[in-house]
């Protein structure tokens, strides 16, 4: 029988629902029990994939090609899973979803409503994985109080009322509010939060509350009175030096004990403590790497949150630390500014915006030999950069960008128009990709065949292959013998453009091949 955890949030959105429910799902399988985590998401778009990064942060991409919340890569690094399109819904996606049956004329001639057709197709998600898993953790997205949230805490309720109590428990993120003037932390607004769930008929049996103070005996008391919750299941979430210790501190709360008792479960092995050692030794580091990511969003920080997380656990498998700055890639000092970094990175996007200082940030880390990592877009300016430089191919271009450029060294394939994943000719999700042998990419993963995650509608042209090699960039990875997946320059100290997203594969228990090499030759520069 599969046990369920909801998590809703209050008071503000961002609190960190998703990587509370992910701590509470590591600590759970170091229990020894199978996790999941399925991810609701309110807004009335199907998903995120054409969203703009600064509006919801990156958009994460599933192994069979859901665009979705940055949050199913908080899933898959603390969980060590891969994640489907099972794991991720909007209310667009719901919405769509019950129109097409109405249409159809599934409800014979019914008159459609939120209750029960919409509440029940949410349902029907809910249970989505429990065939998987021994626990299913589900997030509520969004703040309770919203109004376009309230069809999924609504299903809620009903699912609640139609399981046993023991197979459900409930967890209700809040902020509890520093007020500097008074030096006083504030339990008002979760009270009103945990107020407001309940008039929809949603008692949480735990509360966990962000702070940048801790909370003292007193607090929790008065939370646990107002709020009709046990003071024990009060719990602190107080800001951390990295999220991945977030399970030890929940750990140090017996959060796992108080959910395994409430669901009257019995762990299945002894406690597995190889997390907790794994994440101290991240933070122990001697060294100092200085990367720079060159992109369109700079001034957000979520839009490459895989980026950022693949470089750290990188950089802590070296015992370094990553200083990581993000430059505007339409910045016009930018290229002054490249020589304060050890390592350059140029990241994925669409459009044209400072697709021209990427370039430019590519040709200095290719002539003054700084280890240099593409991605998607980086390295297809990457190859725009080498046709326009090297093999003297004049306005080489991307027809992304330029319809009726000469030479066409990016453009979107015959191959592509058979793509059959979701997104019309985009690659969506996993490809598997050969890797020749005696290349840095081989020497990387130690491996000639791969496989990654895309998202990218435009391909390398193959028909330039030969005069780029000629000019010393060469393709060291193809899918199906056809489509070039990595490119290389040999004399340089590291210099790879890839047509996949590495940084949706790593793991705190284990940095990605490509990460883990950019930066180690960074360290050999210094």
Known sequence: MTKYIFITGGVVSSLGKGISGASIGKLLQLHGFKVNMIKFDPYINVDPGTMNPYQHGEVFVTIDGAEADLDLGTYERFLNIYTSKANTNTAGDVYKTVITRERRGDYDGATVQIIPHITDEIKRRFVALKNDCDISIIEIGGTVGDIEGLPFIEATRQFQLENKKEDIFSIHVTLVPYISGAHELKTKPTQHSVNKLREIGISPDMIICRTEHHLDESLKKKISLFCNVKEENVIEAIDASSIYCIPE???????????????????????????????????????????????????????????????????????????????????????????NYDAILVPGGFGSRGVEGKIKAITYARENKIPFLGICLGMQCSVVEVSRNLAKLKDANSTEFSETTK????????????????????????????????????????????????????????????????????????????????????????????????????????????????????????
């Open 249 to 339: 501190a929940f750990y140090n709360q017996k959060v796992d004990s108080l959910v395994i008792e409430k669901l009257n479960i019995k762990p299945k092995k002894k406690f597995d403590r190889t997390w907790f050692a794994k994440i101290k030794s991240l933070s122990e580091f001697d060294k100092t790497i200085k990367v720079t990511v060159v992109g369109k969003y700079a001034d957000l920080k979520d839009a490459y949150k895989s980026i950022d997380e693949s470089l750290n656990i990188a950089a802590g498998e070296l015992k370094a630390k990553a200083e990581i700055e993000y430059l505007g890639a339409e910045d016009k000092d930018l290229v002054k500014k490249l020589k």
């Open 407 to 526: 030479y066409p060294v990016i453009k979107i394939l015959e191959e592509q128009k058979s793509v059959k994943y979701r997104g019309g000719t985009m690659r969506l999700g996993n490809y598997k990709s050969e890797i020749k042998k005696n290349t840095l990419a081989h020497n990387l993963y130690k491996s000639t065949e791969i496989e990654e995650r895309h998202r990218h509608r435009y391909e390398m042209n193959p028909e330039f292959i030969d005069v780029l090699e000629k000019s010393g960039l060469f393709v060291s990875a193809y899918h199906k013998g056809i489509l070039p997946e990595i490119v290389e320059i040999k004399d340089h100290p590291f210099f790879i453009g890839v047509q996949f997203h590495p940084e949706f594969a790593s793991r705190p228990m284990k940095a990605h091949p490509l990460f883990k090499g950019f930066l180690s030759a960074a360290l050999k520069k210094k």
